[in-house]
């Protein structure tokens, strides 16, 4: 659906007589994306791909787990788009934004469906070459995506220090599957596997050995790529200096993608009954669960200590993303039945929570020209007297960061007390307990937004700030926004729906 969609862009972006408009364009790729999602879900209902079908020689995987996460990754992506949409007042028109709230060029709906596509057939691949085709389709949209604004300053830097250090770590994944093939001479996840499970591979020097060290720095480079610490220094500049629109596409896609990937690859480790263990001084360890759960501690430290230091706003949240991230490689390192199914669960609330934010803070740009130059916001201070102004928005960015930080009885709440049970229950006693303090340390960046919000007076004196009463959200945009605001706020009503698909999809990554 979605190739035959981008061949279809091409021509009618490529036909001199055919003139549409870039805004028609992103509206057509949000129902394209809508519909493959539709076809995505009706996959599900496919009796024998819960076990997963092969396709292409084995290249990609069809499985239940990728069929709801395609679904997922469209909807999602759908509804990043709908808030890129003009708003209704000719206030804004008018001023000259380096960061408009239009896009500029028609191939920006290419760009979008290309890295959607990537993320998608990541999702299902079984193979090395079919691995890295795919993350590097959906990495270089995303390269050009985040230095689309070629008049900003910043929003090129951004693009070329993601573009530069993306670039390494691909160059990290390539030289792993490198490794990889050139000591099994397999390419095929599954038969690499099978010769893991019976090879000699305790010592790296010996045998099939030389795989873990493969396998470690390829992981090395999905985590680089998701921003876990400490291969987390790129995000917070790439996510300041880009629009908000994109840093909301850069915060969510990726990261679904590359997570549900590593989940897959985890799970063909151990349904194939091969481990990477290492026999060093007589003691036995697992090379990849003590990589994630060492990301993990560090991705929940940094992530939340160096967060407390931020004052722009899009640093804040790219330091509270690496937090999430160390509680999705948490749930990850785990792997058991509770734990996927508290993965499954917090990745689709952290989706949910950081789009809303996100669509938030787009809203406040459109209604704060700040200098005259940007529809974008750039510091927490630029939110000061927005409940007074906006009360319904600041309303929807309270509940929002409340989720963040996993106050009750909202739906972040939920994800965090599922991960902790599944911790503590299998015993990991201090990573618990990091991950609860930190919890509560990184709510005291979340209340100071909440404050600026609703407690402190508007500059009404600051002449490089215009505060306009006229500009209006399209409905869409409204209704997206006031969607997933109840959705967050009014999970602990209705829970059946997410936590029910969270658990099927673990039982049946556990039973096949």
């Known amino acids: 659906m979605l190739v035959l969609a981008i061949f279809s862009l091409i021509t009618a972006v490529a036909l001199p007589a055919i003139k549409i408009s870039p805004i028609l364009l992103t509206r057509v790729t949000s129902i394209i994306l809508l519909y493959a999602a539709r076809l995505a879900f009706n996959g599900l209902y496919i009796q024998s791909i819960g076990s997963g079908v092969g396709i292409y020689s084995g290249l ?54 290309f890295t959607t ?4 057939l990541l999702i299902s691949s079984a193979d090395l070459i079919s691995m890295y085709l795919s993350i590097e389709l959906q990495s270089f949209a995303v390269y050009i995506l985040a230095s689309l604004y070629r008049q900003s300053e910043s929003a090129t830097a951004a693009g070329l220090k993601y573009f530069l250090l993306g670039g390494l770590s691909s160059g990290l994944i390539l030289l792993g599957s490198g490794l990889i093939y050139a000591y099994t001479g397999l390419t095929n996840f599954e038969g690499i596997f099978s010769l893991l499970s019976v090879g000699n591979i305790d010592n790296l020097t010996e045998g099939l050995g030389p795989c873990i060290i493969g396998f470690t720095i390829t992981v090395i480079g999905f985590l680089f ?9 790129w995000a917070p500049d790439v996510y300041d200096g ?27 480790l151990e349904f194939s009954g ?26 929940l430290i940094i992530g939340t200590v ?24 948490l749930a990850l390192a785990i792997n058991s039945e509770e734990s996927i199914e508290s993965f ?66 909202l739906i972040g709440f939920f994800g965090k007390q599922m991960i902790l049970y599944s911790a503590t ?64 706020a009014l999970y602990v009503f209705k829970p059946s729906l997410i936590l029910n698909s969270a658990t099927l999809l673990a039982l049946t990554l556990f039973n096949f």
């Open 60 to 113: 990609f995987e069809i499985s239940a787990l990728s069929e709801y996460f395609d679904g997922f990754i469209f909807i999602s992506g759908a509804i990043i788009l709908l808030g890129w949409a003009p708003v209704t007042s000719k206030v804004l028109r008018q001023v000259q934004s380096v960061f408009t709230a239009l896009p500029t060029i028609p191939e920006y709906s290419l760009i979008i469906l």
């Open 117 to 120: 596509c990537g993320a998608s």
């Open 225 to 233: 790529k998701i921003a876990a610490a400490p291969f987390h220094n």
């Open 242 to 268: 880009t629009p908000t629109i994109v840093t909301a596409w850069l915060a969510i896609m990726p990261k679904i993608s590359i997570l549900v990937f590593l989940l897959s690859l985890q799970r063909g």
């Open 274 to 299: 091969s481990s990477l263990r290492l026999v060093f001084n007589g003691v036995s360890f697992d090379v990849w669960k003590n990589l994630l759960l060492i990301s993990s501690l560090l991705s």
């Open 306 to 329: 160096v967060g407390l230091a931020q004052y722009r706003i899009k640093r804040l949240f790219a330091y509270s993303t690496i937090s999430h991230v160390g509680f999705l490689l």
């Open 344 to 409: 499954v669960f917090y990745l689709v609330q952290y989706t949910m929570t950081n789009l809303n934010a996100f669509l938030v803070l787009l809203a406040f740009g459109y209604m704060i020209n700040l200098s005259k130059k940007s529809s974008d916001i750039q510091f927490i201070d630029d939110l000061k007297g927005q409940f007074k102004s906006n009360p319904l928005l600041g309303l929807a960015l309270t509940i929002s960061l409340f989720s963040m930080a996993g106050v009750p009885p």
């Open 425 to 488: 229950h299998r015993g990991y006693y201090f990573l618990s307990l990091v991950a609860i303090i930190v919890s509560v340390i990184s709510a005291s960046y979340y209340l100071k937004i909440i404050r600026v919000i609703h407690f402190e007076s508007a500059n009404k004196d600051n002449k490089d700030i215009t505060y306009s009463s006229e500009l209006k959200l399209t409905n869409v945009h409204s209704f997206t926004i006031a969607t997933l605001t109840m959705v967050i």
